[in-house]
């Protein structure tokens, strides 16, 4: 007993001299195998427990088992201090270097452009409205009074979906214009109404300078008692003021659309047309709602009238940031984009 508990301190000792003293954690690791790992000098003195004459057994075991405590309370604390070590910079830090700043991002022109499209038509008491990318033929055509014969509603011109074989649903297609959304708009409730929709439209277009199948456009409707092409006139000068600058002029040429009558096409002069080498440029088309397109959606033609127009808002951006190719909107290059 007396040989064994001697040996037990001295072993300690060294066992806790030499954990404090290790520099880094792979020599902690080192010591431990050397002391508690299964052949280490401590596990080898607490095997010869066994041999001790049974009266000395408790007595020693309870001075191994103290001393296994220490030893491992020893462990822990120089394995935190040598991981927080580790963990530290290796350099001293220098608290007067610049930061490294976040990157901010930017919204994307057409999201710029869209957002002061509505915000002026807001100013104006617009409300937005949106509605499904996925259309069936009646609210993108047939209520909009377009025949089924017109050009617009060719195979050629318009995607369609697939229908399932058997199926009795009418064709569903990727709308060509966001009138598809205002037409659910009335059809859900009666005038007044004021909105602009906002949205993503699609034609079979091959993609050129000037054209790419997936565009955005903005459209607008108003429909109360006594709505007249002054009102119309009237607002869509004020916009286009706002958005291209206050010495902006608009007028108006007759045009054919089925689902106004009379229609028109709205060009517009300013500083950025004249930049371009023109003073006029086509920018958007307008009319007075159809009677028909009004019956369609359940308004009564003798009490409602109303107007409405459509433009596309990648041309506004081009003609506003001077840009000379359509696709680049849609190439995500860094480059472009963080010009805006
Ligand atoms: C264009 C022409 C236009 C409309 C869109 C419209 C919507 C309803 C009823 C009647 Cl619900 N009309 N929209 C009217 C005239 C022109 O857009 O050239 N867009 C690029």
């Given amino acids: 007993m007396a040989g064994f508990l001697d040996q037990l301190e001295p072993l300690k000792q060294a066992a806790l001299a030499e954990l404090a003293a290790a520099p880094d954690l792979a020599a902690l690791e080192q010591a431990r195998v050397g002391y508690l790992g299964s052949n280490g000098k401590f596990t080898a003195l607490m095997k010869q427990l066994g041999a001790l004459p049974k ?4 007595a020693a075991g309870k001075a191994v ?9 020893a462990l822990a604390r120089r394995r935190g201090e040598l991981e927080l070590k580790a963990a530290l910079p290796q350099e001293p830090t220098d608290f007067t270097l610049p930061g490294r700043r976040r990157p901010l991002g930017k919204l994307h022109p057409l999201t710029q452009v869209t957002e002061d499209i509505v915000r002026s038509f807001r100013k104006i008491g617009f409300a ?4 499904p990318e996925v259309e069936d033929d009646y609210h993108c055509f047939d209520a909009l009074n377009t025949p089924a014969d017109h050009p617009a509603r060719d195979t050629q011109d318009t995607f369609y979906l697939q ?14 214009h966001t009138s598809s959304v205002q037409i ?20 079979r277009d091959n993609a050129d300078a000037t054209h790419n199948p997936t565009f955005h456009q903005v459209e607008g409707l108003y429909v109360d008692r006594n709505v007249t092409v002054g009102d119309l006139k009237g607002t869509v000068e004020f916009v286009f003021k706002e958005l291209m600058g206050e010495e902006t002029r608009i007028r108006f040429r007759p045009h054919y659309f089925s689902y106004t009558e009379p229609s028109f096409e709205i060009d517009f002069s300013s500083a950025l047309t ?43 951006a081009m003609i506003r940031y001077g840009i000379n190719d359509i696709r680049l909107f849609y190439e995500n290059d860094l480059r472009f984009l ?3």
Avoid at 65 to 73: D, G, H, I, R, S
Avoid at 128 to 131: L, N, Y
Avoid at 163 to 176: C, D, E, G, I, N
Wanted: contains cysteine.
């Fill in 55 to 58: 009266e000395e057994k408790p």
């Fill in 65 to 73: 088992n103290t001393a296994k405590v220490e030893l491992e309370a």
């Fill in 128 to 131: 937005v409205a949106d509605g």
């Fill in 163 to 176: 229908p399932p074989a058997s199926s009795l649903q009418p064709p569903y297609l990727l709308r060509t």
């Fill in 184 to 203: 659910r708009v009335m059809a859900k409730q009666q005038p007044p109404v004021r909105i602009i929709v906002p949205g993503r439209v699609y034609r």
């Fill in 274 to 316: 004249r930049k371009m080498g023109k003073e006029w440029l086509e920018i958007a088309g307008c009319g007075m709602v159809h009677p028909q397109v009004l019956e369609n959606v359940g308004y009564d033609p003798e009490v409602w009238t109303g107007w409405a127009f459509g433009f596309g808002i990648e041309r506004i």
């Fill in 338 to 340: 963080r010009q805006f």
